[in-house]
């Protein structure tokens, strides 16, 4: 790109003017949202729009004469090749840090000055942080200006999707009983109002779904519970009359989107409010005068735990998900060598086996489909201008996943194109043998989910291998493909990530040769009462995965000797679990796939 | 007892009649002294002094008109016992807990009154928290009073063993060096001055040894260390002329034990002291007028790594603590069922084994014999009032260790004594499968050491089995028995938790069937690099776990179907090294003992 016509230039140029304009030395423009979501609605996306910087995560910084962009290892080429002729700087900042712009901040800004960032998308956790840096160097902060919208001329309107219900039987809780689950939580704390502004919680706790960002059905709002009532502010025309009549049978009231601050700082003053302070922005917290209950929301700990009836839709969405591959591979292995397939076309070809399933209402997440070295990028996506042909040898990694209105899927495999190598069949079994070692773990309820997350990687490190990712994520119910609170990582853990039954987790170790081939074998497990042990409850409770994900895990690529026999008995009652759940949902090409895949080795 | 006559009844009255002459609401008497170590002088042991419960950890607090204890479960029975007719509540609290006497307080003072505790034993964490509650409560606390030298007439002295040198070989880092080490981690810090008050840390940097505690060889002292100099203050009469030299030659000055808090106080004003806020008292740190660099204590760190010229004399103490096992297993096995022997029998006859060793300077800490049901508690002791004879069938567990000049030992070892049964047998090969899985582990250097905890538990956990203590603690140079930073366990990691390359740590599943038997296999393991691996360093630095505990596992106890293959390969090969360097030290009966107990299975 000519450098002199970047139009990321001029708009980080049209920034300084603006800080010129208020006294202020800098302006820091994170990648978030007033829900603290994942996915941003491009509204909130300045900081793409100012920098042309388009990866998921990475936070700008504008000072009087300067701009950096930090970004973490997983960005790099990408944020190198976007900056280009920007004049912006990419400072590379370690993973899993998120506090590099803040030293930078307060290094830049002189004591006295004034610094701003728009406290409506910053979560308060980061508030506290920054604020107490800042203090320390004498820098003040300014919170209650947008500066975006001084300087964005054709800033993209929030989006406007409708909001429609989940309805029973998939979503077998009323939402009156799930209101009362959340009253009996605000009674518990003493508080007379629960303020909810993370979109999943919503979702769920009114039966509510939406399309106002990629992949999660969510829609935005944020939400005020009272103990007899409820408030919605959410996007006016987005509900319709019908909606608006079920809602108030409910005591569920609606009021405009933007209104939510308003009604907080107008809360009586014999009213308390429990809030989670990692799930609400410094905006909305600072318009609360009356005393606050701080406590993770309630909705989060009880969404995790899918009941017995939601696991039921959940197995069913499975076999949907697991018909939909074996439609789609029996159609890649007969049309490999015969027609060109590109990265681009796996993805095509999956989503539409996936779209003629029942129940189906999108994809939970971007298909990564990574042939070769592209699979050896954990957070690969084909793009028009950049994708693999799926032709010669090597191995083909694809991530992908669907949202079901019985359950959200996400699995991982990988297959062999023409020849594989011994080297490529080590790697992949021993990240089998991963998958297979946390799959059959029993553990005691409560057990912290981190705690597990060594057991995946055992087979790995015995040979010196690692990888860079955490080994799941809790996965939510028809909503958020990444949805805590627990976690199966090296994440430092705290008490909210206590194992519960009906939890639903990925266990997707992998194993990456940078410029060769990635491995990742993944599935969704389900946490279930482990049955009659030996210990017979002297022990305690213990919990067992349940394997939800219903799909075969090709066997041409493992070798048998790295294999127990343990282990072997383990894929293979899998495998006929697996045809005798899919088969009577395939038929032709698919069927004769299933059968071949599933066969015991 | 006669409740009217109970001693401590009077005790508390004296500190009830105490509290009022200071206008004071109740006195909180934590387990702790100024050097918050594991084992307190007699001096410190005012809880014990006034209620007359003597478990190693527990808290007191006497309010105007009631007293209470508050302990763990594993001190309930005996708190029971002791606290009978004291008139002192026993308040049980959750295992892991350690605030509820503070809640209690919060209630049992009015806003507006003081509550006291000696700020000179009380560690600044608990201090923060004690005052974060209590000043939400409106309830002042005064530190600056020590109400035990009042009520407390014939209060111990404090301990007045001498001081001396730890020295070459078995000390290969020269104290000059490792004082230097501190200070270029003060410089590091920007810091001028050092505060230390634990006595492992000082003992360490010193290279200087004691016997003011039970166990640990340690001695009480403070030390502040500078630039160019340190000054220990120490008891004076403790350190000998020919040491002092030694010391001043070194820039080590002496000063009274007493005189810490007042030269604190006297620091420069352009003084910048380091301290770790986990390892130092309120009362001195109140004392520091000056800026202060909280960090954990760089000795901590250093220490944790032994030196591969200090892991050569640990090996040479493992050989020597092997035979004295070898010796004495001997002589029990030919004893057994001709002799009365009973739990007190194996402490003494264990210990005199150990004595008769090159460089055994005392026990690490007070043997555990357990028979049957003795075994099923984790911390149980045999008294002379209460022991079990070792008679009939069952399961003698063992738990004993030494310090040597070159290294501290710990080691925990199961036996048959009769007739073992099927359940005993699995028990037992289930606790093995748990030792032997984590001793082979290969893991990241780095990885944080709670991480590693489930891999141990996983075969226990299979069959609805589980411990409820951690499975490791880190182990000291002759030092402490119990030395961190690292922890194989449930604890909460945090960053200084992070595996390194000469730890030494104990891997110690075991198994408890109240009532019944208790199983416990410990051995001690160094972390040393992993050697060539598949990944070659691609995926960075391995680490292995050596281990350097040399004593047979009983194999008479063993279900051989539950081991796997590589299980008994590993099992047969740790014997085989086992006798290999254990024979030369060891003849006649321990000889024929060490060959038996070494067979292959």
Redesign the interface.
Known sequence: MDTRTSPYRARIAKTQEALARHGLAALLVPSSDPHLSEYLPEHWQGRQWLSGFTGSMGTLVVARDKAAVFADSRYWVQADAELAGSGIELVKIPTGTATHHVDWLAREAKAGETVAVDGAVLGLAAAQQLRTVLDKAGVALRTDIDLLAEIWPDRPALPAAPVYEHRAPQAPLARAAKLMQLREAMARHGATHHLVSTVDDIAWALNLRGSDVTYNPVFLAHLLVTLGGATLFVGEGKIDAALKAALAADGVALAPYGEAAAALAALPSDARVLLDPKRVTLGLRERIAVPVVEAINPSTLLKSRKSEAEAEHVREAMRQDGAAMCEFYAWFEQALGRERITELTVDEKLSAARAKRPGFVGLSFSTIAGFNANGAMPHYRATPESHAVIEGDGLLLIDSGGQYLGGTTDITRVWPIGQVTDAQR?DYTLVLKGTMALS?????RG??S??????A??PL??????YGHGTGHGVGYFLNVHEGPQTIS?A???AHMAMEPGMITSIEPGLYRPGRWGIRIENLVLNVP?GP????????E?LAFETLTLCPIDTRCIDRTLL?ADEIGWLNGYHATVRERLLPLVDGAARDWLLARTEPI
């Open positions: 080590r059959r773990t029993k553990f005691p057990t912290l981190p705690m597990l997350d060594a057991i990687r055992t490190w015995e040979q010196g291998l690692e090296k430092l853990p705290d482990a042990l030996q210990g017979a409850g002297e022990f305690g213990f127990r």
